[in-house]
């Protein structure tokens, strides 16, 4: 609530200097927040990763921090973030359960804007950068969601694909190549997407049993369930 997609954010030095891959901001001129998260999500921006950490938290440091609390209240129990974008720190590391978790929150908590994560390419400042997730040139319902890569962690991707309305969200890492990647995660998906089903145990509102009580006006009291259990 703090920010809005027209909203704009200067572009620091210490952002237009980041290495690795870029979203090609330029240094003293403002970037759009809409433009700063296709430039993150499309891109890669790690330059992008910048703007938008000093811009909600003032310094990236400042932005490591909330990054790691809202970790936390998603789960995420054995992850530590010291920078916006990845970069390599002994510090800054996560797991594959905890990226899956990631994963899930970001297509429940915000699916008006999921759909960032299924674009193709985005073009900035007249310079059109495709997307790196391979899976989205595959023809097998993935829509997202990122890859990454370094040295020490090798190629990497957190995926997700929807058929006949069931979701499935994987992770991938260590691989040695971007093509093996792209190989291992395609064939994790199909396979994930083809060879189960989800079953419902109980329907929304469904009575699963009935709970003794003490002292109470009722003997007992329905246990109801607020929505369909899935598995």
Do not use: C
Not at 139 to 157: F, P, S, V
């Amino acid at each position: 609530g703090d920010l809005t997609l027209e909203s704009e954010l200067m572009v620091s030095e210490k952002a237009w200097r980041m290495g690795g891959s870029k979203m090609f901001v330029e240094v003293g001129k403002k970037a759009k927040v809409e433009d700063l998260i296709r430039g993150v999500i499309v891109q890669s921006g790690n330059d992008a990763t910048i703007v938008l950490a000093e811009g909600l938290a003032g310094t990236e440091d400042a932005f490591a921090k909330l990054l790691n609390n809202k970790a936390k209240t998603i789960g995420m129990e054995n992850s530590n973030f010291v920078n916006a974008s990845g970069w390599p720190d002994e510090n800054h590391y996560s797991t594959a359960r905890d990226l899956s978790k990631l994963g899930r929150a970001l297509i429940t908590n915000f699916p008006e804007y999921y759909s960032y994560y299924a674009e193709e390419e985005f073009t900035y400042s007249d310079i059109t950068q495709k997307n790196r997730n391979p899976l989205l040139y595959r023809d097998i319902g993935a829509d997202g969601i990122k890859t990454g890569h370094t040295e020490a962690a090798g190629y990497g991707l957190i995926g997700s694909g929807v058929q006949d309305e069931r979701r499935v969200v994987l992770v991938v890492n260590g691989l040695d190549s971007a093509k093996a990647r792209a190989e291992e995660s395609s064939r994790l998906l199909e396979w994930a997407l083809k060879n189960f089903d989800n079953k419902t145990f109980f329907a929304a509102n469904a009575t699963v049993a009935q709970a003794d009580v003490t002292m109470g006006k009722a003997s007992t009291v329905s246990l109801v369930t607020q929505e369909d259990v899935m598995a």
